[in-house]
Each structure stands twice: as structure tokens, then as C-alpha cells.
């Protein structure tokens, strides 16, 4: 698990669940307002997945994906330090952009350290674990020989098969139940006592809401963070006190 240690009174901005795309325009325009307008108020800002509805590899030559790589790298140039983990959208999203982008790639789980409080990021998709056909499928994706044999083929071809596996999600997910595609008890309480943290922050759900558990001793707080439509939503944490706004 990657860890990571930040000053206590650093602004701390998490987002997640943009699912950025062309036919969604309204979103985008939100996020380059984000970029450079709320976010250069903060020290740090965490994506925690699914920034883009799907990636191709980071030979992608959408016009999109350059205009968000170059607003991200202007945060950067603005002094703020930005992190990407990857969701279940776009896991194959790698060096190359994240150079381009200038962001910190972040594995799941990552534990940050601030303060005296250790939070626990995640995508949240792993939390699923009621989803069996879903977990077995992120198994197969997260292969190195999946990815490598994916990203060998032609970029017209790559686009045509997210486009067909965006098709087929959709139709699966809409035979189940609510309950088995959001997050499990069990794999919640299992990844705060590993981790041994007070605040799990996550997203994948598009559930956004806080949720207070108790394990053995401790309290803990978990944030879902909300999907994205035409207006950015947030989660800002300072000193441990947190605001959940939208911009």
C-alpha cells in the first residue's frame, strides 16, 4: 500500500467519477472551470478514478484528452500537486499521460497520513465484492498480459471495443440489483483494519454520502464522493474538518 504524509494544515481537494467524454461537454467545461478557478485554492487534489468514461491507452489522439492534460499540467505550473488514481474506466491510463498531465500516479488502496488522522483512499470499485461477475471481470482487466495484448491492437479497433464494453456494462448493470453494485460491509470494515485508518474516502458507487462506522475502539468516517454531471463536486479536508461543496 502506498503511503504518503502531508502537512496538518494543508487543503486537501478530493474529486472522482467525471467520466469525461465528448458527448458529454457540460461536464468538461465544469472541470476546466474547476481546474482553474476551485482548485488552485488547495495544496493537493486527488482524483480517485474514472476521471475519463474510458481509456484507450495514453496513444489516445482524442482532442479531450489533450485538453485535460493541459489544464491539469496548468494546475501544476500553479503550484498544486495533483494525484490520479485509477478507476474502473481507466485503468489503463499510464506514464506517458500522467507526464503530459503532470500528475502523481497513486496505487489502490493509498493511505495518507495528515495530521495525526491517516485516510484511506481507494476507487472503490474493489469494495464490491457482492458484484461476482464484476469482480471476476476487474480480475481478468488488471492482468499484464490483458493490458498488453489490448493496447498492441490498432487505436480504431481499441476505440471500437470500449465502445462495445461500454454497451455491454450498461446492459449488466441494468439486471442488477442496487444492493450487490454498491459497497460491502464486510470489505469496507476489512480495508479500514488493514489499513487501520479513521477516514476512508472513496468513489464508483455515484452514492455520494457520509457513513460512520465502528471498529473494535475507533470511529471512522467514510465519504463517498459524488459522479459528476455539469457542475463540479468536491470534498475539501483541512485540519480534519471537511466541507462537501460543489462549484
Known amino acids: 500500500m502506498q503511503h504518503l504524509e502531508v502537512g496538518a ?24 472551470q474547476f481546474v482553474d478557478g476551485r ?16 481509456w484507450i491507452g495514453d496513444d489516445d489522439d482524442r482532442p479531450l484528452a489533450g485538453e485535460v492534460a493541459t489544464a491539469l499540467a496548468r494546475l501544476h505550473a500553479a503550484g498544486v500537486t495533483t494525484y490520479f488514481m485509477a478507476g474502473n474506466r481507466d485503468f489503463l491510463l499510464g506514464g506517458a499521460f500522467a ?10 488502496p493509498s ?3 495528515c495530521g ?17 461477475p464484476y469482480q471476476a471481470l476487474r480480475a481478468q482487466l488488471r492482468k499484464p498480459d490483458w493490458q498488453s495484448g489490448f493496447l498492441a491492437q490498432p487505436l480504431a479497433e481499441r476505440r471500437r471495443l470500449a465502445v462495445e464494453a461500454r454497451e455491454q456494462s450498461r ?24 489499513a487501520r485508518c479513521d477516514v476512508l474516502i472513496h468513489g ?8 460512520d462506522h465502528r471498529l473494535e475502539d475507533r470511529e471512522v468516517t467514510r465519504w463517498v ?21 460543489t462549484r
Open 111 to 113: 493511505l495518507l497520513s
Open 9 to 32: 494544515g494543508e487543503r486537501l481537494l478530493f474529486i472522482s467519477d467525471l467520466h469525461l467524454c465528448e458527448s458529454r461537454r457540460p461536464t468538461t467545461d465544469a472541470f476546466l
Open 99 to 108: 507526464t503530459a498531465a503532470a500528475l502523481d500516479l497513486l496505487e489502490d
Open 204 to 211: 464508483h458507487t455515484h452514492r455520494p454520502a457520509r457513513h
Open 116 to 132: 495525526g488522522h491517516r485516510l484511506l483512499l481507494m476507487h472503490g470499485d474493489s469494495l464490491c465484492v457482492d458484484d461476482l
Open 171 to 194: 446492459l449488466a448493470t441494468s439486471g442488477k440489483a442496487e444492493a450487490i453494485m454498491d459497497a460491502t460491509p464486510s470489505a469496507i470494515e476489512a480495508a479500514i483494519a488493514a
Open 39 to 54: 482548485a488552485r485554492a488547495c495544496e493537493r487534489l486527488f482524483i480517485l478514478g474514472d476521471l475519463f468514461e474510458y
Open 225 to 245: 464522493l459524488a459522479d459528476w454531471h455539469d457542475r463540479a463536486e468536491f470534498l475539501l479536508w483541512q485540519d480534519g474538518s471537511v466541507d462537501a461543496g
